[in-house]
């Protein structure tokens, strides 16, 4: 995971990576973190960093984008924890 990081992290310093590169290498970076990780640690990630998270993505929007990500970002979350809720029943 560190070098995977490390690999990351020298390629966007050294501005080889592009713009549309970034999505797919996220997606990649998450799996690969979570993957890696406990159960009780995933629960502590969310807990600890999603409020940071939170802020460092609504920082410098102008309010009618924010209001707009944020009603988006709820009903996507909604969603996915109902989805959740009744996979379990």
Same mark, same amino acid.
């Given at each position: 995971m560190k /070098?995977?990081?490390?690999?990351?992290? /020298?390629? &966007?310093? =050294? #501005?080889?990576m592009k713009? /549309?590169? &970034?999505?797919?290498?996220?997606?990649? &970076?998450m799996?690969?973190?979570? =993957?890696?990780?406990s159960a009780e640690d995933r629960m502590q990630f969310v807990s600890n960093m999603m409020p940071k998270c939170m #802020?460092?993505?609504f920082a410098e929007i102008d309010s009618d984008a924010k209001t707009k990500l944020a009603k988006e970002m709820m009903e996507k979350?909604?969603?996915?924890?109902?989805? *959740? *809720?009744?996979? #379990?029943?």
């Open positions: /070098e995977f990081m490390k690999e990351m992290m /020298e390629k &966007m310093m =050294s #501005g080889m713009p /549309e590169d &970034m999505p797919p290498m996220m997606d990649k &970076m799996d690969k973190m979570f =993957s890696e990780m #802020g460092m993505i979350m909604i969603a996915t924890l109902e989805n *959740i *809720i009744n996979e #379990g029943k």
